[in-house]
């Protein structure tokens, strides 16, 4: 209590300092104005309202009422001319009316009511002790009626009693219209003749009493015609104890027996209506059902009013009744069949009844009955709203409906990156066969429902949403009269109309919500310029800027620099070279070096092989909507690529590094020597040159600017991303790097690998190594003349010693990451072979052709057996292949 008073307290120096008011000052400001409003009325000669307001004033004067100045206050804030507008009168529909009693209760009124009130004896006294000895000497005159009543038992009291009731109130009614009512009830006489019962003769009623007998069966009333067995096939029976004095006993009962047949549907329709459901779909297929049973009593209603109240003269015919009956119940016999069929089985979902009404539809116009036709296709229509109800939502909202099992997209509620998000964060539902968790006629439509959604959850991220809300105005009807309107398509199967309404709405909302997000991603969200940024990093479609960035790196292995995959440095080389393009973030752009192979740790031997430079690895980061479409996993693919253009252009860079200003060989070498040289040095550079061209110019450049076109032209963002995963297939297949044309790749990259090896034979063949290897030559001549030896035949030209074995050889030309066999393109050498430059360049050549030849028929091969569009693109560099090997060399000795 303490703590509410000093609550109360606080709250009044609150109103206090807000309004700049205390209580007393309020109090006595009304008082003010009341006490002027008093005088007012007195001046104007309104002394009946003034003394009435001084009543009133002076009965609050003793009220305890805390708030009773402010609600004064706020009666006299929202008064509007009191003085002319207030009337006197007004105040007696403040008087409480006194409790309605009712009428007063009149002995006459009851009498009126009751005859037996209205004899005398009912005043008279009744000796309740006469037979008592104890009551001798009480004196009480019986009535008559208690001196003529035996003493009997308690249905005889009861029997007289009724007796005497009936006959006072025959009395008073009519005695004829009682006879013709019993004389109605037929059930209640026996047939006889001459006043003797007959057991075997039908009792006969009339057709109009047979109709009235039938249309309450049919509403579910008991009947005397048809009885109810609960163990009969169809819990009810016709009697046989019935027949009509007109119509044969067998034509009867086989009109009655065909209209029982109606009613086991009726019963399970109706006590399917009266169960309690849970999920909307089936509770809007309860009321619709509910609905239609209500119009069929209906009509049963009207039938009976025919019979009962006829205009004229009518024939009573129970065979129009059975016909009309027929008519009217056919629908809901097949109703009644359906709610059996589902809800007997033990896979049903409640969706389940839309397909059956779909088929129904379907199968009702299929066979011309367009009644029934227009009948189904109203009731799905009417269903099918509720189920557009969440669809609505997710396509509109982007939101889905809480413990909803009948929708087919469901929320992954485990965290999710934003970059995942389209993939990640919803999920569509399948049955346990792996089949879409949704009606058969709206599998067609699901991809886009579900593409629409995300992508308004993506717009609302990027707070884009508002731009939505003028589609919600554009959306088609959907109901039986506009789908399947007689002037649209009237011959279209109904499956054919609903697809095409149904298309059309989902495109109302899916065009919209797709066109705005794509807008954005190219506006907002610079995704033209992220995709030009993957092409300049990745592709390397800068040739002047990619140069800048690998020859500091390629200089390095020439010069033995262990720093050349240190990935700070070229974390550096990178950022200073492609920073320059405006498309590039150079603060997103990193390289990371993933760990070399124990055979290549040392330098030495990572300077020999162009597939050390695969562990170069590009990192290039995206804003998150842009990985919606570039996703991460494609960055494996552009690195692919991007690893290969570099190890083209180390390749190129070791044999172009040297510009020939003078002819090191001539003054040292043959002309058949120096030639072979230049040959293989021209079929190298030639080699690189026409794949490298072949990459940039018919694979990346043309699949490039396509993709980028068709990305504008895509229909939802699933369509952008089907552009880019189709574009990052087809120029991995088109570049020789899928998994078919692996064993080709890694021929191409042996090609490239002879490049350093040649360099390396022409180094160790320079004039300083060929002085050093003279001068021990002449050393090693000199001490076997002294010992009396012969000196051994040697080639006068110096020797390039390989003592690799082919053990070694093939494991160093073999590749870590790829488990392919290489050893029949590989050369076989003996083990310490001492090989002349000579035979090194002869032996270099011979791979080249060797290897060019299998990569040519290997890609035209490809292009044969696999017809699709990359072979195209295969077949043209295998002939570009096949053309330069057409050229005719000089054979030297």
Not at 270 to 283: A, F, G, M, N, Y
Request: net charge negative.
């Amino acid at each position: 209590m303490a703590h509410i008073a000093k609550l109360g307290a606080l709250t009044d120096e609150l109103v206090v300092l807000l309004t700049s008011t205390s209580p007393k000052a309020n109090q006595f400001d009304v008082e003010n104005r009341l006490d002027g409003l008093e005088e007012k009325l007195a001046v104007y000669n309104e002394d009946l309202l003034a003394n009435a307001l001084k009543k009133r004033r002076d009965a609050l004067v003793g009220s305890d009422q805390k708030w009773v100045p402010e609600i004064l206050h706020l009666l006299l804030e929202l008064s509007d001319k009191p003085l002319s507008k207030s009337r006197l009168e007004d105040l007696d529909f403040n008087k409480e009316l006194p409790p309605d009693t009712g009428p007063n209760l009149r002995w006459e009124d009851l009498a009126a009511e009751d005859p037996l009130l209205r004899s005398n004896s009912v005043w008279k006294n009744v000796d309740f002790g006469a037979e008592s000895s104890e009551d001798d000497d009480f004196d009480d005159t019986q009535s008559k009626l208690s001196e003529l009543t035996e003493p009997t038992d308690d249905s005889n009291f009861v029997e007289n009693f009724t007796s005497l009731l009936e006959e006072s109130s025959i009395k008073d009614a009519a005695i004829e219209d009682l006879k013709k009512i019993r004389k109605a009830q037929f059930w209640q006489k026996d047939p006889s003749v001459s006043g003797a019962r007959l057991t075997t003769v039908k009792k006969p009623m009339s057709e109009l009493q047979a109709i009235r007998e039938v249309l309450f069966m049919l509403s579910g009333y008991p009947t005397s015609l048809f009885e109810d067995v609960g163990d009969a096939p169809n819990g009810i029976i016709a009697s046989t104890s019935y027949a009509l004095k007109h119509v044969s006993i067998d034509g009867f009962q086989h009109v009655i027996r065909d209209l029982a047949k109606h009613w086991p549907s009726l019963k399970t329709l109706r006590s399917w209506v009266e169960k309690e459901q849970t999920i909307p779909l089936v509770q809007v297929l309860r009321n619709a059902i509910a609905a239609r049973l209500d119009i069929f009593d209906m009509t049963l209603t009207d039938l009976q009013h025919k019979c009962v109240v006829m205009p004229g003269d009518v024939v009573v015919s129970l065979l129009q009744i059975q016909s009309d009956v027929n008519k009217n119940a056919r629908p809901l016999l097949r109703l009644s069949r359906m709610v059996t069929d589902v809800s007997g089985g033990s896979q049903t979902h409640a969706f389940r009844y839309l397909e059956m009404l779909f088929d129904e539809t379907c199968n009702y116009q299929l066979h011309g009955d367009d009644e029934m036709y227009s009948y189904f296709g109203t009731l799905f229509f009417e269903c099918f709203q509720v189920y557009l109800r969440p669809i609505r939502r997710w396509m509109e909202e982007g939101e889905l409906m809480q413990n909803d099992k009948v929708f087919f997209i469901s929320e992954v509620l485990s965290a999710t990156d934003l970059g995942t998000l389209w993939k990640s964060k919803f999920k569509i539902r399948k049955t346990p066969a792996g089949v879409l968790h949704a009606p058969v006629f709206m599998h067609a439509s699901a991809c886009k429902i579900f593409t629409t959604g995300k992508s308004v959850v993506v717009l609302k991220l990027l707070n884009r949403f508002r731009h939505l809300s003028g589609s919600r105005n554009d959306e088609p009807l959907l109901n039986f009269n506009v789908v399947c309107s007689p002037l649209n398509f009237q011959l279209a199967p109904f499956s054919e109309l609903f697809n095409m309404a149904i298309d059309n709405w989902v495109k109302s909302k899916h065009q919209f919500a797709s066109l705005t997000l794509r807008k954005t991603l190219f506006e907002s969200c610079n995704l033209h310029e992220s995709l030009n940024a993957i092409s300049s990093l990745y592709l390397l479609d800068d040739g002047a800027i990619a140069a800048q960035f690998v020859a500091p790196i390629f200089d390095k292995l020439d010069t033995l620099d262990p720093s050349w995959n240190d990935r700070h440095t070229v974390t550096e080389y990178a950022q200073s070279t492609f920073g320059i393009l405006p498309c590039v973030a150079s603060d997103h752009l990193q390289i990371l070096i993933r760990s070399l192979p124990r055979k290549y740790e040392a330098v030495e031997k990572c300077r020999r092989s162009v597939k050390t430079l695969a562990v170069i690895e590009m990192k290039y980061m995206l804003s998150w909507p842009v990985q919606i479409i570039l996703k991460p996993a494609s960055k494996i693919s552009y690195q692919k690529i991007f690893s290969f253009l570099v190890q083209i252009r180390r390749s190129s860079h070791i044999l172009q590094r040297r510009r020939i200003v003078e002819d090191t060989l001539g003054r040292t070498n043959s002309t058949d020597e120096r030639a072979l040289y230049y040959y293989v040095r021209t079929r190298l550079l030639w080699f690189t040159q026409t794949l490298y061209n072949y990459l940039t110019a018919v694979v990346l450049e043309p699949n490039t600017r396509a993709m980028k076109l068709t990305l504008r032209d895509a229909d939802d963002l699933d369509a952008m991303i089907i552009v880019h995963e189709t574009y990052m297939k087809t120029i991995l297949d088109q570049a020789l790097l899928g998994s078919k044309l692996e064993l080709i790749h890694m021929s191409i990259l042996k090609i490239l690998d002879q490049s350093i090896q040649l360099e390396d034979a022409q180094a160790a063949n320079s004039s300083e190594t060929r002085a050093l290897k003279s001068q021990q030559r002449d050393r090693m001549d000199l001490s076997m003349a002294s010992l009396g030896l012969q000196t051994p035949a040697k080639s006068s030209k110096y020797a390039y010693s390989f003592r690799r074995s082919t053990r070694v050889r093939d494991a160093e030309s073999s590749d870590d990451e790829l488990n392919v066999d290489l050893s029949i393109l590989t050369s076989t050498y003996d083990e310490e072979d001492e090989v002349s430059f000579v035979e090194a360049l002869w032996k270099i050549r011979a791979d080249y052709d060797r290897l060019v030849r299998f990569v040519a028929s290997g890609v035209r091969g490809a292009a044969r057996a696999s017809g699709g569009e990359e072979s195209k693109s295969w077949d043209l560099f295998g002939e570009m292949l096949e053309s330069g090997l057409d050229i005719k060399t000089v054979s030297w000795k």
